[in-house]
């Protein structure tokens, strides 16, 4: 069973930075478009990045573009999200997912969240 564990949440204050990890079990992620969203309390699931397979293509949402940054290391079968110059309104929990199949990326569907595979989440919280 393919499973995706996010991890490396917490309480910041504003300006600091944190750096999020996905790893996957069952599933070899330099295969497959990986991605991150996001959720705050009373709003819709945000897009925030993605990077495609082998890192073919990178996106990112424009509410973190220069502030945040996905990567993969393929070795430990994990893609992170490096995110610099936290805001309060980054207070979220934050999503891993990946595309279900191997080598296929569609940006509108996958910016859309329409995937199968998401991780539990992991909550980010950033004060004033």
């Known amino acids: 069973q393919v499973q995706l564990v996010e991890s490396g949440g917490g309480l910041v204050q504003a300006g600091d930075s944190l750096r999020l990890s996905c790893t996957a079990s069952g599933r070899t992620l330099a295969d497959y478009a990986v991605g991150w969203f996001r959720q705050a309390p009373g709003k819709e699931r945000e897009f925030v990045a993605v990077t495609t397979r082998l890192d073919g293509y990178r996106a990112y949402g424009d509410s973190v573009k220069g502030r945040f940054t996905i990567s993969r290391d393929n070795a430990k079968n994990t893609v992170y999200l490096q995110m610099n110059s936290l805001k309060p309104e980054d207070t979220a929990v934050y999503y891993c997912?990946?595309?279900?199949?191997?080598?296929?990326?569609?940006?509108?569907?996958?910016?859309?969240?329409?995937?199968?595979?998401w991780g539990q989440g992991t909550l980010v919280t950033v004060s004033s």
């Open positions: 997912a990946s595309e279900s199949v191997l080598g296929f990326y569609s940006d509108y569907d996958f910016k859309k969240g329409d995937l199968k595979l």
